[in-house]
Structure formats: structure tokens, C-alpha cells
């Protein structure tokens, strides 16, 4: 289990290094990747390294309210609420619920004339936090997440598509090179460039460190941000989901032989897992729709929080 210790409070820099691409923590800042095939990319840019400091080039959409008001990552996260850590329970009910923030007495959370006030312990900044007083908070609590009203937008790469390449013919995946792996973009371009150094289709176990024969490469069948998914949780919540799941995995050994070809997962309905997209903002006149829409359907969708075993 990997988890997170730290010695001062990390940048926002810091949390992207991993928590970049298609992925919360990009949201945070409006981002949403670059398909990955070239053609679909920015064609005017430099065409210099570090302008891809986290993979591909990406759509700049609307960044999380919390963001643009100035908040970084930990004022929300602290070092016991991060992944691999045992406390998982950040909330927006901590800052916006008046019964929760008065009973947890929180030192960052102070009255004011004008309201509650946070001020974020690791940049010394004040933000007022409105509590939650529309009908709606009262109508929905318990059975609505807030995000399936309040996300702005979200993640859903429909149909992510897993391929094994272990031989060095790759003039036909080559516009995939650059997927946010940088070992599967130097493979290839070694192979590609007659005049380099050549690498063999190899790339770390990111477990052991080992190199293991056969690179990876990514695709997705579409990228979209406007579609927000909501599904049924086993708790009886109403979340945001993305199709996390819809895996197609292929595997072409050095031989050129293909073993097996967009093998699909069999437990369909547990494709779909909830998630909180980071892109927070007023719900609007949508929200309402949304809801609507949802609760119409003649049959609910139901999510697992389980990952399939087969």
C-alpha cells in the first residue's frame, strides 16, 4: 500500500506529479487531456519536452471554484485523508454543513460577523464558507452526493483499450507513443528513428522495478467531459460515476501472433464505479434537470464500490 508522509506542505506541483491526466486532481485545475493519437492534438505548440510536463497537451476547462479562489490541494487533504492513508473522510459537508462545522469545533474554522471563515494552514489565506441553506440541501440530503449537482463537469473516457505489444513492428500504433508513459513514447521512437539507438519493447514492472518484456499502450474508443453519470450506490446515494472498468485488453507476442483481442470484463454492471469529480461550482439552473432526468428512468443503475474479481 502506498501512502503518503509529509516533511512541509507540498505544492500543488507536487500533488500533479501523480495525480495528472485524465484523473481527479486534474480536474482541479480544469484539465482535461489530449486524445492521444497526433492528429487530435494541439498542432501549433513548441514542439520542446517541457511543454508536456504531465503527458499530452490538454483542454483548459473550467477549474474547481475552490481553486480559483485560491485553495490548493491539502487545504482540503491533510496527510491522514490522502490516498493509502487510513482516514478517507474529507467532506464538503466539514466546511458547508452549520450543524457539522459546529460540532467538530475545527481550529482552521472560525465565526465571523459576516459568517464562518477558513484559513488554510498551509498559505495563511482566509475564505468565508457558505453554508448550505437552498431547499434543495434539505429536499436531497442523504440521497443526492453533492457532486451530482455541483460538478461542473467530469471525466468519462468510454472504453479504455489495453494493448500488449512484445515484437518491434510499430508502424501501426505509433500515433499511440504518447500516452503519458514515457518509456512506451522512447521505445517507440527508438524503433521508429533508423539513425538512434535502438530500444527493445521492454518497460518496468512498476511493482518490482524489473524490466519485463512487451510495452503497453492506451487508447480510449471516445473522451468526453459534458456527459455526468449518475448511478444508484449500494448505499442508496445518488453519485457521479465514469466508466472506470470498461476494459479491452489485447496482447500481441514477439512472434506477431495475437493471443487474444479486446477481451471484454463479463461483470457488466459493476463497470461503472462512482467517483468525485474536482470541478465544484454552483449548481445553476441545471441541477434540477439532471436530477430530473435521473429519477425518470424506468430502472435505476446500480453501482459497487467492489472491484470485479474476474
Known sequence: ???????????????????????????????????????????????????????????????????????????????????????????CLNCHEQARIEKQNLVAIKIQDTGYQYTSPSTGKRFNLPVMKHPAHEEFNKKVSCQACHARWSFYDESTHLIRIDHDDFDQFYKLSLDGSYEVNQVIASNLDFDG??????????????????????????????????????????????PALSLYVSWIDSDETVHYDTIFPSRENELFLPYTPHTTGPAGLFYEERLRNFFGQDSLPVISNELPTD
Open 197 to 242: 539507438e535502438w530500444l527493445e519493447p521492454s518497460m518496468s514492472d512498476k511493482f518490482t522495478g524489473d524490466s519485463e518484456i512487451g510495452i503497453w499502450l492506451k487508447g480510449y474508443s471516445q473522451r468526453r467531459w459534458d456527459r455526468i453519470p449518475l448511478a444508484l450506490s449500494q448505499n442508496g446515494i445518488v453519485e457521479v460515476t465514469r
Open 1 to 91: 500500500m502506498i501512502s503518503h508522509r509529509f516533511l512541509a506542505h507540498p505544492k500543488d506541483a507536487n500533488c500533479l506529479s501523480c495525480h495528472y491526466g485524465n484523473h481527479v486532481g486534474f480536474d482541479y485545475y480544469g484539465r482535461f487531456e489530449h486524445d492521444y493519437n497526433e492528429e487530435y492534438r494541439t498542432p501549433y505548440t513548441t514542439t520542446n519536452d517541457y511543454f508536456r510536463p504531465y503527458g499530452v497537451e490538454y483542454h483548459q476547462l473550467e477549474a474547481d471554484i475552490h481553486q480559483t479562489a485560491g485553495m490548493v490541494c491539502i487545504d482540503c487533504h491533510y496527510q491522514n485523508q490522502v490516498m493509502g492513508a487510513s482516514d478517507s473522510s474529507s467532506s
